[in-house]
Nanobody, 120 residues
Framework: QVQLVESGGGLVQAGGSLRLTCTPS????????MAWYRQTPGKQRELVARIGAGGNTYYLDSVKDRFTISRDNAKNTLYLQMNSLKPEDTAVYYC??????????????WGKGTLVTVSS
């Protein structure tokens, strides 16, 4: 069983920076795509950034040039560097990982989330 644990959230003023980390616990030898999502009350969870095992990335338009997703494949750890934060970035941020179970199937895992609050 894999558990994902996010850390690094908190309260920051607009224009500030935070770095989120997602660390898996349990037995996991390899992870395919990893991603960060975020959600605010009353809204659907949205994809913020995604990174493949080979390093290819995708970003939500509103965070391009401000956020950087990266991963350490040796540690299966995921990062999100968030710069120039805006109040509209306030949300609970969730880590997501696509983990191979065998040669044919994968399973999606989610963390419990970390709250990011950006004050104006």
């Amino acid at each position: 069983q894999v558990q994902l644990v996010e850390s690094g959230g908190g309260l920051v003023q607009a224009g500030g920076s935070l770095r989120l980390t997602c660390t898996p616990s349990g037995s996991v030898s390899r992870i395919n795509t990893m991603a960060w999502y975020r959600q605010t009350p009353g809204k659907q969870r949205e994809l913020v950034a995604r990174i493949g095992a080979g390093g290819n990335t995708y970003y939500l338009d509103s965070v391009k040039d401000r956020f950087t997703i990266s991963r350490d494949n040796a540690k299966n750890t995921l990062y999100l560097q968030m710069n120039s934060l805006k109040p509209e970035d306030t949300a609970v941020y969730y880590c997501n990982a696509d983990v191979p179970l065998d040669d044919y199937t994968t399973r999606d895992y989610w963390g419990k989330g970390t709250l990011v609050t950006v004050s104006s």
